[in-house]
């Protein structure tokens, strides 16, 4: 897990109790952070971050200790990889982020057990 990465989930972990409560908060302040942009420095630097976070995520999906089930893991994987072609549409100033938004919150439904 890269540095950034590191100390956003420290610094979330001082607030949040569990690791899905963490990466739900880190997923809501990245969400957060792009809805409320008001120009593309502000906007590239939170899709910048969102990416990190999914990088991350991704990262510690296909790595060995990950207990969560296999398709679990497969549609959360794909959605990591969705959000990087995305992010880098965004970036070119070819997209909005809205779908980034709508991804983070639907994810951030599960982690915290609601339905859809």
Known sequence: ??????????????????????????????SAAMQSARDFSTLAAA??????????????L?????ALPDA??????????????HSG???QGEADAAALIDINNAVMRGLNGKAA
């Not at 908060?25 to 990245?30: E, I, Q």
């Not at 976070?53 to 510690?60: C, E, H, I, K, S």
């Open 47 to 60: 899709v910048s971050d969102n990416l990190r976070l999914w990088n991350a995520l991704a990262d510690d």
């Open 89 to 91: 549409r965004v970036l």
């Open 1 to 30: 897990m890269n540095a950034i990465a590191q100390n956003a989930y420290r610094h979330a972990g001082r607030v949040s109790k569990t690791p899905q409560e963490t990466e739900a908060a880190l997923l809501a302040r990245f």
């Open 72 to 85: 679990l893991k497969g549609q959360l994987v794909w959605l990591a990889e969705f959000t990087r072609l």
């Open 62 to 66: 296909v790595s060995p200790g990950n």
